[in-house]
């Protein structure tokens, strides 16, 4: 019975590593240069794998298996769910990009980000800390050959030796600190972990070290100041599609991976770590926004921007415990939870817009390149103006009620301090909004720099529609997948038990 269970729970996952492998060894007898085979059958298989990830969410059952080292939750099933959608939509975005850049010639790129994908749902079921860390260096391993899947392009090159040092260093101390968590408390689990800790018999100077350690290294999954360095740099280098890969579906294990170490492996040490995502959310609310407006080129601002979102779902990650009291940390975490998913709802179709309007041998990625688009091509450039309105936070796009709830989480609190930082973070948001409109007034207002229409693919031109919708609609009718985040968070087994 035991066993059943075990698979039971990772019955997604030993499907996409199944199929990956398959697919890996099917593409070596498939001709067209531009994989249609194998795009068309890694689309079927992550959506498979996407209907079962919901089925599994929508059952609400939490499921424990492999010793406890392994768990499915609604809120894991649900980002796992999510994530697999990203990497769909990404995929169809990226297919056309990456075709005319003789990225296609194997199918690699479909092959990494497939396992780049199974790292992501390693990192969010993972109730261990080596089953999360196998997760991260599966997810980083993948991303380090995607940035470089352009073996004859010196900035993709240079981009991916940038990340892989950093990265590097980045899982230096997050493995550190997660050994020096192990040392003190005698565990791997995280359960057992926050049992040790919450006993108070541990001393508090060495769990305070090895979190400083572990926090440094979720920071730099988040691109979170001061460890964003890599953000810009590999986002301008990489090739557009993988860019799309690294800054959307990871943002979501990266928030899956705080929730897990943070919160329910270390929530008696709240009062610490709060304290750090304070200054790590301040930095980059502040840095993310000023160095976004001296930008010229899209994809670096982007770059930037994501730090500053980055910074908000911080903000919601810090107000979960006051005083010792968790009463509105299930509030607070699905704030940060509802931000991340629609952040990258909003990254997704952004990103789409300058892939479509990358042509071979041209890059499209400067803000003057977007000159004029309303005039070439008048339904992209309002998905374009939707999703940076969004980005600013401007009612009624999904944007401004992520924004809304996180604030309302930071008010709800009644300290004096988190008020404060609500304060400050909609003054960085009045900024940040400068460099979004800047971007509109070039696509609507500048002369066009070609008069050449712009033309996509069916299933570019369907998705990219109804993802710049989903903007949107969600927007106006946020309370569905805010009460699926809620009820996410809710079902997390700490909170349960500390409710009870």
């Not at 779902?313 to 009291?325: E, R, T």
């Not at 607070?332 to 309007?357: D, Q």
């Not at 712009?454 to 990219?464: E, F, K």
Request: net charge neutral; proline share 3%.
């Amino acid at each position: 019975m035991i066993e059943k269970i075990s698979w039971i729970t990772v019955y997604p996952e030993a499907l996409l590593l199944v199929m990956a492998c398959v697919i890996a060894l099917l593409d070596l007898r498939v001709s067209s240069p531009r994989r249609t085979a194998t795009y068309a059958l890694t689309l079927v298989t992550l959506g498979v794998v996407a209907l079962l990830q919901a089925l599994y969410a929508v059952g609400g059952d939490t499921l424990r298996g492999f010793g406890n080292m392994v768990i499915s939750d609604p809120m894991g099933n649900w980002l796992k769910c999510f994530a697999t959608v990203a990497m769909m939509v990404t995929l169809v975005y990226g297919r056309p990009y990456a075709a005319d850049r003789d990225m296609l010639r194997g199918g690699e790129m479909f092959t990494l980000a497939m396992f780049s994908l199974l790292g992501i749902f390693v990192m969010i079921s993972g109730n261990n800390f080596l089953v999360i860390y196998l997760g991260l260096e599966l997810l980083t391993l993948s991303s380090y050959a995607l940035v470089a899947l352009r073996r004859d392009h010196a900035t993709s090159t240079e981009a991916a030796m940038k990340y892989f040092v950093l990265g590097a260093m980045a899982s230096g101390f997050l493995l550190y600190g997660l050994s020096m968590l192990y040392g003190a408390t005698g565990s791997l689990d995280i359960n057992a972990v926050f049992k040790a800790i919450n006993t108070g018999q541990i001393k508090h100077q060495v769990l305070l070290f090895g979190l400083v350690f572990i926090v440094a290294g979720l920071a730099f999954k988040l691109g979170v100041v001061p460890f964003h360095m890599w953000i810009p740099d590999v986002y301008q280098g990489a090739p557009t599609a993988v860019t799309l890969m690294i800054g959307g579906a990871p943002k979501l294990a990266a928030f899956a991976i705080c929730i897990r170490l943070l919160v329910e492996g270390m929530l008696p040490l709240a009062l610490d770590w709060q304290q750090m995502l304070v200054v790590l959310s301040v930095g980059s609310l502040l840095v993310g926004n000023l160095a976004a407006i001296a930008q010229t080129n899209l994809k670096r601002m982007l770059a930037f921007s994501t730090i500053s979102q980055m910074g908000f779902v911080l903000l919601g990650l810090l107000s979960g415990v006051v005083n010792g009291n968790v009463n509105s940390a299930a509030n607070a975490y699905s704030s940060s939870m509802f931000y991340v998913i629609t952040y990258v709802l909003t990254t997704l179709a952004s990103f789409g817009i300058i892939l479509l309007l990358a042509r071979e041998g041209f890059e499209s990625e400067e803000i003057a390149d977007l000159a004029g688009l309303n005039q070439r091509s008048p339904l992209f450039a309002c998905v374009m103006a939707v999703c940076l309105f969004s980005l600013a936070g401007v009612p009624p796009l999904v944007g401004f009620y992520a924004k809304l709830s996180v604030l309302q989480s930071l008010v709800a609190s009644g300290q004096a301090g988190y008020i404060g930082l609500a304060v400050f973070a909609v003054m960085m948001s009045l900024i940040g909004a400068f460099y979004y409109l800047r971007v509109v007034k070039v696509m609507y207002f500048d002369a066009p720099i070609t008069a050449t229409t712009v033309s996509a693919p069916a299933d570019v031109r369907a998705v990219l529609s109804v993802n710049g919708l989903l903007v949107l609609a969600l927007g106006i009718l946020p309370g569905g997948l805010m009460t699926l985040c809620a009820d996410a968070i809710v079902r997390l087994p700490i909170l349960k038990m500390l409710g009870s």
